[in-house]
């Protein structure tokens, strides 16, 4: 049993196995969960660009597992690059929970400069894994430890990104008398999306 000592239900945004995978191992340091992998469409490209960009298909996804589901909380993890400067170009995990009251945590992974001969492409829309293949002229990345395996020869893994994102997001429900009536809430967290996005972040 997690830290209260109970039964959830947690659904994924995803159908993916490393994100499925993630959460299971994750969501026991709250509750001990039933894990339910949901299809749902972010809405937004297959390789989000801006920080902007990719919590708002994080949000999409967790929303959209916790829609019809009946479950007590709902996952989302999406994969993002964020230019933050000229030559400087970062992938970052984002990871949004929302619980069935309409509480929302926000977490995200260690980010990693890509290398910049990748940049344009990524910028333009391409996914990191598909630019990583091809380049590397290797197979299976994306299925296996993703780029950063790849890239930390092993020593961390994309499960590994999503598993830290995921920890950070939790912290609020973990900690519910320190964050109380402070928690962000799905609007307020629009909110903080538009913003980010009319500043083309």
Same mark, same amino acid.
């Given at each position: 049993m997690g830290l209260e000592g109970r039964e959830c239900r947690v659904a994924v945004g995803s159908t993916n196995p490393v994100k499925v995978g993630a959460v299971a191992r994750v969501f026991r340091l709250l509750c001990s969960p039933t894990v339910i992998p949901v299809a749902v469409e972010p809405g937004v490209p297959p390789q989000p660009v801006g920080l902007g960009e990719?919590?708002?298909?994080? &949000?999409?996804?967790? =929303?959209?597992? !916790?829609?019809?589901?009946?479950?007590? *909380?709902?996952?989302?993890? +999406?994969?993002?690059? =964020?230019? &933050? /400067?000229e030559g400087l170009v970062l992938d970052v995990q984002a990871c949004?929970?929302?619980?069935?009251?309409?509480?929302?945590?926000? /977490? !995200?992974?260690? %980010?990693?400069? =890509?290398? @910049?001969? %990748?940049?344009?492409?990524?910028l333009e829309g391409v996914e990191l894994g598909v630019v990583a293949e091809e380049v590397?002229?290797?197979?299976? $990345?994306?299925?296996? !430890?993703?780029? $950063? @395996? *790849?890239?930390?020869? #092993?020593f961390m893994t994309r499960l590994e990104l999503g598993e830290d994102a995921l920890l950070m997001a939790l912290v609020p429900f973990m900690n519910p008398r320190l964050y109380g009536d402070s928690m962000l809430t799905v609007?307020? &967290? !629009?909110?903080?999306? +538009? #913003? &980010? +996005?009319?500043e083309g972040k």
């Open positions: 990719t919590l708002r298909g994080a &949000l999409n996804r967790a =929303v959209g597992a !916790l829609r019809g589901s009946g479950a007590d *909380y709902g996952v989302g993890m +999406e994969a993002g690059v =964020v230019r &933050l /400067g949004v929970v929302v619980d069935s009251s309409g509480r929302v945590g926000v /977490g !995200l992974s260690p %980010w990693f400069q =890509v290398p @910049g001969g %990748w940049a344009g492409r990524l590397l002229r290797r197979v299976g $990345i994306r299925s296996g !430890l993703g780029v $950063i @395996g *790849y890239l930390t020869r #092993g609007d307020a &967290l !629009l909110g903080v999306i +538009e #913003g &980010l +996005e009319a």
